[in-house]
């Protein structure tokens, strides 16, 4: 019984319930065991497993589940390339094929320009493209787009899933991010979608990307839970988001964005600095009920300058 700390016993009819304190990661879980009296003897009849938080799930895929092309790379594929060197099996995902995110063309001529070119980003991180090809500008949470992520999170089986921030400036990384965490729940439920149960499907680690400039929807500043050093990662994050070329014109014409690239390296290197890196992403683990709390990304890229649980900037 080692590794608990008792701290009391329960009366329950003839039946006792011995209650220890569990540690984990910084978290203390009340862990209650029946016992029975037995003359002046305590005999422990049932045993929970006792939660080994350093156990890393045995499938490893990560899955990002974005609203467009780009993205992923805008906003965590730093740390998908991160995983992939470690192993890990890598999809993006989006909800959109970003036809709305040109000055010329149909919305079907934008679409294939831009799912092309998240396919070839995505070679380059020995990544799978998937797109789910509800419309851009005009997502909604509803059976119908839900059922898709759903079956998507079927064929895929993530242990770990990225998703849009809760609150951004785009109404679209909203839903994106309703769709995310709804499909993570509930996709390993054996009839919620009629696509094959993979083994190993299970409620998956969750975390949604920073927020556009570290804000949310109003302007307040997003406190992320997770840093991710991606300074080593930073030329290949580049370089998988200039294969997105249709987005230069757009992004000056309507974003006020002229160089999208040199956009993304600045902002990565100033949440770096907060933090004492060269460069780095930031997360929001959901940790509700159901999901692992214990920070994956942070157990697995741990950073060198920071030692504490949870992710704080430097003053």
């Known amino acids: 019984m080692t590794n608990r700390d008792f701290v009391r016993l329960q ?12 540690q984990r ?7 209650c065991c029946p016992v ?12 929970s497993p006792l939660p080994t938080s350093n156990d890393l ?32 099996e890598i999809h993006i995902a989006t909800v959109s094929a970003g036809d709305c995110g040109a000055l010329t063309g149909s919305p079907s001529e934008v679409a294939e320009i831009r799912i092309a070119e998240g396919v070839a980003a995505a070679k380059l991180a020995n990544a799978r493209f998937h797109c789910l090809r509800e419309p ?8 119908v787009a839900l059922q898709k992520t759903i079956d998507l999170f079927r064929d895929v089986a993530p242990t770990l899933v990225i998703t849009m921030p809760m609150s951004d400036y785009h109404a679209d990384h909203e839903i994106t991010s309703q769709l995310g965490r709804a499909a993570s729940f509930v996709y390993a439920a054996p009839n919620a979608s009629e696509r094959p149960l993979t083994d190993g499907s299970t409620v998956p680690y969750l975390y949604y990307s920073d927020g556009h400039g570290g804000k949310d929807r109003m302007g307040q500043p997003i406190i992320p839970t997770t840093i991710v050093d991606i300074s ?11 294969c997105h070329k249709s987005q230069r014109e757009w992004l000056k014409a309507h974003n006020g964005i002229d160089d999208y690239l040199s956009a993304m390296r600045h902002y990565c290197t100033q949440r770096g600095q907060q933090y004492g890196v ?10 509700g009920h159901g999901h692992p709390s214990n920070d994956i990304l942070a157990e697995l890229f741990p950073l060198l300058t920071s030692s504490q649980s ?6």
């Open 25 to 31: 990661l910084g978290e203390t879980l009340l862990l």
């Open 310 to 315: 949870q992710a704080k900037p430097r003053n």
């Open 232 to 242: 080593e990662q930073l030329d290949q994050k580049t370089e998988m988001l200039a």
């Open 57 to 88: 799930p045995s499938r490893k895929v990560a899955l990002a589940l974005l609203a467009h092309p780009d993205d992923a790379e805008i906003g965590c594929v730093g740390t998908l390339i991160r995983l992939a060197e470690l192993g890990w």
């Open 11 to 22: 009366r329950l009819g003839e039946t006792l319930l011995l209650c220890c304190s569990v």
């Open 36 to 47: 029975q009296r037995l003359g002046e003897t305590l005999l422990l009849i049932e045993e």
């Open 278 to 287: 060269h460069a780095a992403e930031a997360f929001v683990q959901h940790r």
């Open 136 to 143: 851009d500008g005009r997502l909604v949470y509803d059976r």
